[in-house]
Each structure stands twice: as C-alpha cells, then as structure tokens.
C-alpha cells in the first residue's frame, strides 16, 4: 500500500463546477498535512495546509478526518487557472515529506 | 519565503556519463532536500543535505549513484553518476523556510535530464 494515496484523475470539469479530491496516508503517526499544486514543467508550490479543524482559503476548502486517515479538497467555482495536478502530501518525523501520486485537474471553458 | 535556483535547468547527457546538479538557496538553511519526480509520476525524496555531514539518503537511493556535497548552508550538489535511461527524470532541491503563516516547503525549479 502506498503511504499516500489519490485518484490520479483526470478530472474533466467545466468552468464554475465544484470540484472534491480525496488523500488517504498510512501513517498514523503524521503530523502535518498540505495540498500542494504543480503546474505543467513547474515546481510544487504550497497551495494551503490542512487543519484539524478544516481551513478556507477563497474557493479552496480542506479537510482532515485523522480517525480514517483521509485529507480532502474542495474547489468551489473552478477557474480555467486552476488546471493543474493537485499533490497531498503528509509529514512524518524529521520534516520528511510523503507525496501521493497527484490528481490532474483539467477545467473547460 | 526562500528563493531557489538550480544549474541547469535542463540537459541530455550520455549514458554512462555524470552530471552534477547546483541548488543556491537566497537564504542560510539547515537541511536541504533532493527529491526526483519522473516522467508522470509524483516526487520521491532521494536524500537530505546537512551542513557539515554526509547526506542521509532514502531506502533504494545510494551515495555512489547520487552523490552529493554540502560546502555551505547555501548551496549543495547533487551528482548523477554513471547515467543510464532510466535517470532520465526531473530533480529538484527543496528547502523549509518561514512562509506567510508557517514553514513550509520551497522547491527549486528543477532540472530536467534525459539520458539517451
């Protein structure tokens, strides 16, 4: 089993939708959790942390459930911009960073 | 927020040849990161860079494959040695640093290899 998981997608979405994607990790014992997007030939750049509480950023929502070791991300109102692969990805001990596969997220006009 | 380069940004090189790829960090750090992300697949951490000691590297990584120098809390290496395809692969260098509300984690910009 992977240590985090995500659909890879695509997720073929028109512009205004909403948008959910789902994580699963392994490893109980994370602390901290982020989504990060990466763009075409791009680096990964911070897209939000996640919070126990759940946490909003504009149109992005996250979520953490730790009883099911599940993160979430919700984009409401898709923008054309936000055609990108979405990366979860988990801390461990020593700030190592776990990173599931990404989902590709594609928004048509 | 940290500003990262890397030298080069792409090459095609020889199998059976080395590169050496150069992180420069705007700013001092502790630990720097090596990570390689092949073609449609997500990031795998290969090592971590310390300042003063020799790299710790992640399970099926080794330091005569992937070596990798530290002079500074600056700047770091990493060398691919002795290429083959399937090196073929983007690398990047990553560093924690203070973000608007936290630390987080900066990636340099990458460098893109293919090995024929």
């Known amino acids: 089993r992977k240590e985090v998981e995500q659909d890879p997608g695509p997720f073929n979405v028109p512009e205004g939708a909403t948008v959910a994607f789902n994580c699963t990790y392994s490893?109980?014992?994370?602390?901290?959790f982020f989504w990060y997007r990466q763009d075409c030939r791009k680096e990964p750049k911070l897209l939000m942390s996640v919070y126990s509480s759940g946490n909003e950023d504009g149109r992005f929502t996250a979520q953490l459930n730790r009883a099911s070791q599940y993160i979430s991300l919700l984009i409401r109102d898709s923008k054309l911009s936000d055609s990108a692969t979405y990366l979860c990805?988990?801390?461990?001990?020593?700030?190592?960073?776990?990173f599931g596969g990404g989902t590709r997220l594609m928004v048509k006009p | 927020s940290a500003v990262i380069s890397q030298k080069p940004s792409r090459d095609i090189c020889q199998r059976g040849t080395s590169l050496t790829i150069q992180c420069q960090v705007d700013s001092q750090v502790t630990m720097m990161f090596w990570y390689r992300q092949q073609p449609g697949q997500s990031l795998t951490l290969i090592a971590t860079a310390n300042q003063g000691s020799e790299a710790t590297y992640e399970s099926g990584f080794v330091i005569d494959k992937f070596p990798i120098s530290r002079p500074n809390l600056t700047f770091s290496t990493l060398t691919v040695s002795n290429m083959s395809p399937e090196d073929s692969s983007i690398y990047l260098c990553?560093?924690?640093?203070?973000?608007?509300?936290?630390?987080?984690?900066?990636f340099g910009p990458g460098t893109r290899l293919t090995v024929t």
């Open positions: 990805v988990v801390n461990g001990a020593g700030n190592m960073l776990t």
């Open positions: 490893n109980s014992a994370s602390q901290s």
């Open positions: 990553s560093v924690w640093a203070a973000g608007t509300a936290s630390y987080e984690q900066y």
